[in-house]
């Protein structure tokens, strides 16, 4: 009676390898037959050759410059008052006005510098986070139209790195080692994007 218990478990257990061992025969079979479509991204390929990044990065490098020539109008007017001081007498009165006034423009100016950065950062960040939210809108919309089953993203990072750090983050980040051309769509993205973005222009 003992011996019955013991052999009913293992009976169980070969069942169960026995329904694993068919079900793993299947799945790849079922899979072929209906077909997997995979599509690659190169994100930094879409990034470099979307028409609306280009003029938005304009934008931001306009904006960037307009600061830099602030910041540059009010380092002169210090080094001219500067200059002017130091022809002054010691101890003046005017010459101790000046050196007040040095002191006020020079802390006008480190607070303009950082607002100026701050704001460049909060815009560039902006402008990052509105063009990948429209990267991904259409790869999601290719992927729906030309139903996809899968699109990874593809990474192809700089190895030329003098530290291992870096270079172990790198490889570390990349995602795909190889496909073939076939199954890379980033010129279809690119071309969908400049596509809707010309269209936007046109309604302004």
């Known amino acids: 009676m003992k011996n019955s218990f013991v052999r009913i478990p293992n009976l169980c257990l070969v069942l169960v390898l026995l329904v694993s061992i068919t079900t793993l025969n299947i799945i790849p079979v079922t899979a072929e037959t209906k077909g997997f479509k995979i599509g ?4 930094s390929g879409v990034f470099e050759k ?5 003029n938005l990065d ?13 910041i540059n109008k009010k380092r002169k007017e210090m080094i001219d008052l500067d200059e002017e001081t130091q022809l002054l007498d010691l101890g003046s009165e005017t010459r101790r006005k000046n050196e007040d006034m ?6 006008e100016l480190e607070g303009y510098a950082k607002f100026a950065e701050r704001q460049l950062l909060k815009r560039y960040k902006t402008f990052f986070e509105q063009i990948y939210a429209e990267v991904i809108k259409m790869v999601e919309k290719i992927g729906d139209k030309e139903s996809y089953d899968l699109i990874i993203k593809k990474e192809e990072p700089d190895l030329n790195s003098g530290q291992i750090s870096d270079l172990q983050f790198k490889i570390g980040i990349r995602t795909v080692l190889y496909h073939s051309k076939a199954v890379d769509i980033t010129a279809s993205v690119v071309e969908h994007l400049n596509s809707e973005y010309s269209k936007e222009k046109g309604k302004k």
């Not at 690659?40 to 994100?43: A, F, H, L, N, P």
């Not at 040095?102 to 802390?107: G, Q, R, T």
Request: no cysteine; glycine share 4%; aromatic share 8%.
């Open 40 to 43: 690659i991204v190169d994100i």
């Open 50 to 54: 979307y028409e609306k990044r280009k």
């Open 58 to 70: 304009q934008g931001l490098k306009d904006l960037e410059k307009e600061f830099q020539d602030e």
């Open 102 to 107: 040095l002191e006020k423009k020079n802390v």
